[in-house]
């Protein structure tokens, strides 16, 4: 047992994760079988994309024994570099890429900037969800019935579906405006100044919880760009209503309860929770 008083840089563990969160906050070590867990399981998941995604591949096979038409291999534009092809096709490249950048985003994350524990129970937890869920848009984008490819028409002048493309361009916003809010809170509590101090560094002076908007974005511009219109648009709607109603609640109340007045001022001060001018 711990017998060194909290302090602002080793406050007393918060009361457990909720739903939404699987860190104990406030509990600052490193868990080395939690490591391994996220690296191993985060680190493999793009490589499950890639089998489920490649041509003739466990996603085309699953589909196919579910008796669910595939799009043809065919139908899908050629990925080159320098020349040369790619063993995937162009869609099914920007799916893997998702994957892996999501990947190497949480990895950082863990091993960069994160300071709580995290256990293997919570870390497989994380595995597993990101898994199935990145599964799952590479299983709507094959599958006919849902894919962006079953109603693209090379007629636009488009290299891909425009769902594809403005999925894209949400998700790489997304990993960057959940990214670099964390980046700016590390550089803050790191700043010995700031001690004690509620983190309004940044566009952290904007919302209250900007992290969270932005793997919010990233979520719905994953699923745009897989399941198209339709999906995207109910990944958004649950991701957000999920962070208002669970993660954004248990992190409110552990911030007023280590800052107690200090939070509340920070919130008349900053109105948005997720998304400036919006919410």
Same mark, same amino acid.
């Given at each position: 047992m711990s017998t060194s008083s909290p302090t602002d840089d080793n406050p007393p563990p918060g009361p457990g994760p909720s739903k939404g969160d699987l860190i104990r906050r406030g509990a600052y070590k490193t868990n080395v079988a939690g490591v391994l867990t996220f690296?191993?399981? #985060? @680190?493999? +998941?793009?490589? %499950?994309?890639?089998q489920l995604l490649r041509p003739g591949g466990w996603g085309t096979a699953l589909l196919t024994r579910l008796n669910l038409s595939a799009i043809p291999s065919s139908a899908l534009p050629l990925a080159t570099l320098f020349g040369t092809t790619l063993p995937l096709p162009l869609p099914n490249l920007v799916l893997v890429s998702m994957s892996a950048a999501a990947s190497l985003k949480q990895i950082f994350w863990l091993l960069a900037i994160g300071r709580e524990e995290l256990g293997p129970g919570a870390?497989?937890?994380? @595995?597993?969800? =990101?898994?199935?869920? =990145?599964?799952? =848009?590479?299983?709507l984008f094959l599958w006919s019935a849902t894919s962006p490819f079953s109603s693209?028409?090379?007629? &636009?002048? %488009?290299?891909?579906?425009?769902?594809? &493309?403005?999925?894209? $361009?949400?998700?790489?916003?997304?990993? $960057? *405006? +959940?990214? &670099?809010p964390e980046i700016q809170r590390k550089r803050f509590k790191e700043n010995p100044a700031n001690k004690g101090k509620v983190c309004d560094a940044g566009v952290w002076g904007?919302?209250?919880?900007? =992290?969270?908007? @932005?793997?919010? *974005?990233? #979520?719905? @511009?994953?699923? &745009?760009?897989?399941?198209? %219109?339709a999906f995207g %648009?109910?990944?958004?709607?649950?991701q957000m209503w999920h962070f208002a109603t669970d993660s954004v609640v248990f992190m409110d109340e552990y911030m007023q309860k280590r800052y107690g007045e200090q939070w509340e001022g920070h919130k008349k001060r900053v109105r948005w929770l997720l998304v400036p001018g919006i919410y």
């Open positions: 690296v191993g399981l #985060r @680190g493999l +998941e793009p490589l %499950l994309q890639y870390s497989a937890a994380v @595995g597993i969800f =990101n898994g199935a869920f =990145n599964s799952l =848009n590479a299983l693209f028409s090379t007629s &636009l002048g %488009l290299p891909l579906p425009a769902p594809m &493309l403005a999925g894209a $361009a949400l998700f790489t916003l997304g990993i $960057a *405006l +959940e990214t &670099l904007w919302v209250r919880h900007p =992290n969270y908007g @932005g793997y919010a *974005l990233w #979520r719905t @511009g994953y699923a &745009l760009a897989a399941g198209g %219109l %648009l109910v990944m958004g709607v649950w």
